[in-house]
C-alpha cells in the first residue's frame, strides 16, 4: 500500500498509522512536531493514536519513522484555539 493515502487511526495490532507518502516536502519528526507544539514526544504519539494529528509512516516495517506535515500542526493549533478537546 505504498504511496496511498489515508488518515492516521487506530488499528490492530498497535500500530500507529497506514504507511503513507507526506504531501509536504518539509515534514517534521515526532520530536521536532512536540517541540513546536510545547508538549512531549509521547504526547505527540498519544495525538496521533487518538486520530487528533495525522501523521504519515516512511518506509516499510514496524519501525519505521513517523512525520507529520507543518500544515497538520496548523490544523490541530487551529482545533485546540476553537475549544476541541484532546
Do not use: F, N, Q
Not at 493515502?5 to 487506530?10: A, I
Not at 493549533?77 to 478537546?85: E, I, K, L, S
Amino acid at each position: 500500500m505504498s504511496g496511498v493515502s489515508k488518515l492516521c487511526r487506530p488499528l490492530p495490532r498497535r500500530s500507529l498509522c497506514r504507511m503513507t507518502s507526506p504531501p509536504d516536502p518539509t515534514p517534521l519528526s515526532i520530536v521536532a512536531a512536540a517541540a513546536d507544539l510545547g508538549v512531549s514526544k509521547w504526547t505527540v504519539r498519544r495525538l496521533i493514536r487518538a486520530g487528533a494529528l495525522e501523521a504519515h509512516k516512511i518506509g516499510p516495517g514496524r519501525t519505521s519513522a513517523l512525520v507529520i506535515t507543518p500544515a497538520e500542526l496548523d490544523r490541530y493549533r487551529g482545533v485546540m484555539a476553537d475549544g476541541g478537546a484532546r
